[in-house]
């Protein structure tokens, strides 16, 4: 059992919806990321937190809204997207951004469809 | 910008073979370098992660090696099984809140 759980595992959307991807971690880890993972190109980092603060936002679109309520919990918010949004949406913990060498634990992701 | 690239993207090798999966990183002032295994419709799980200062890492029937300078390292795979099936992904950290670069992956498929 993953020590990173996602909900939901697929999500489908009209470009008007509003909806939101949800990320716990049980691991008591402090850092948590999104990545985007879209067919044919590498992963993607879009945002990092370290201790609930943002430390890292990758040129992201401002249709994705990241929110971190506390270290255990990660969401993406979502508006007005676009078809090309369509990917593997990837949470995922470490135990803290300044301990590098200790490895990023990934959720089994969000399947997002935008119709 | 780090860029990371894996050579072969795909690979079909029957069972009992030993394989090397390649992956190639442009900036080589990296923290660590990981290798992960991607199975269909999951998420990704750690394999082997080597720290800048090492030259290789081992896990059972895995072994990764580094060789910062060149910017390339490998996985070897011994005795390779069908539940090896999976997608192969390297990914090189920048240390801090850089977070990881990735490659494309190699698909490897073991045949029976």
């Known amino acids: 059992e993953t020590g990173v759980t996602q909900t939901p595992r697929h999500l489908v959307m009209g470009m008007t919806n509003k909806k939101s991807l949800k990320c716990e971690q049980h691991?008591?880890?402090?850092?948590m990321y999104w990545y985007k993972q879209s067919a044919k190109k590498p992963l993607e980092l879009m945002f990092v937190?370290?201790?609930?603060?943002?430390?890292e936002n990758n040129s992201v679109p401002s249709r994705f809204s990241p929110e971190c309520p506390n270290s255990s919990h990660l969401f993406l918010h979502l508006h007005t997207l676009q078809p090309e949004d369509s990917a593997l949406y990837l949470c995922?913990?470490?135990?803290?951004?300044?301990?590098?060498?200790?490895?990023?634990?990934f959720g089994d992701g969000t399947r997002l469809s935008i119709l | 910008k780090q860029e990371v690239t894996q050579i072969p993207a795909a690979l079909s090798v029957p069972e009992g073979e030993n394989l090397v999966l390649n992956c190639s990183f442009t900036?080589?002032?990296?923290?660590?370098l990981q290798w992960f295994r991607q199975d269909p419709g999951k998420g990704l799980t750690s394999l082997l992660l080597?720290?800048?200062?090492?030259r290789e890492q081992t896990s059972g029937r895995l072994n990764a090696s580094l060789d910062k300078s060149s910017g390339r390292s490998t996985l070897y795979i011994a005795a390779s099984q069908p539940g090896d099936s999976a997608t192969y992904l390297c990914?090189?950290?920048?240390?801090?809140?850089?977070?990881?670069?990735f490659g494309k992956g190699t698909h490897l498929i073991i045949q029976p």
């Open positions: 937190y370290n201790f609930k603060e943002q430390t």
């Open positions: 995922a913990s470490s135990q803290d951004v300044q301990y590098s060498n200790q490895p990023q634990h």
């Open positions: 691991l008591g880890h402090n850092a």
């Open positions: 900036d080589s002032a990296i923290y660590n």
């Open positions: 080597i720290q800048s200062s090492q």
């Open positions: 990914a090189a950290s920048g240390g801090g809140a850089d977070g990881l670069t």
